[in-house]
């Protein structure tokens, strides 16, 4: 699981979800979520409906990076 803060472009409601596994291979250089992001007001969402925080962005960073060590480690 993987908890990341995100801002709904519908309502610019700020919350944090788990999107499950993330796969950092990028499809439209976004990298994909296991879980559809469902806002607290609106429901489920498209990516293009919401927006990383800059919290979210950080965490998103940090856990690129384990993912990262976790594929060297295995090498
Ligand atoms: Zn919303």
């Not at 803060?5 to 994909?32: W, Y």
């Given at each position: 699981?993987?908890?990341?803060?995100?801002?709904?472009?519908?309502?610019?409601e700020?919350?944090?979800?788990?999107?499950?596994?993330?796969?950092?291979?990028?499809?439209?250089?976004?990298?994909q979520?296991e879980?559809?992001?469902?806002?607290?007001?609106?429901?489920?969402?498209?990516?293009?409906?919401?927006?990383?925080?800059?919290?979210?962005?950080?965490?998103?960073?940090?856990?690129?990076?384990?993912?990262?060590?976790?594929?060297?480690?295995?090498?």
């Amino acid at each position: 699981m993987a908890i990341i803060n995100f801002k709904c472009k519908r309502c610019d409601e700020v919350f944090d979800f788990d999107v499950g596994t993330i796969n950092f291979e990028l499809v439209n250089e976004r990298p994909q979520f296991e879980h559809e992001i469902e806002c607290p007001n609106c429901g489920g969402l498209t990516l293009d409906e919401v927006e990383l925080t800059e919290l979210g962005q950080s965490q998103l960073t940090e856990l690129w990076w384990i993912d990262g060590e976790r594929k060297r480690a295995k090498k």
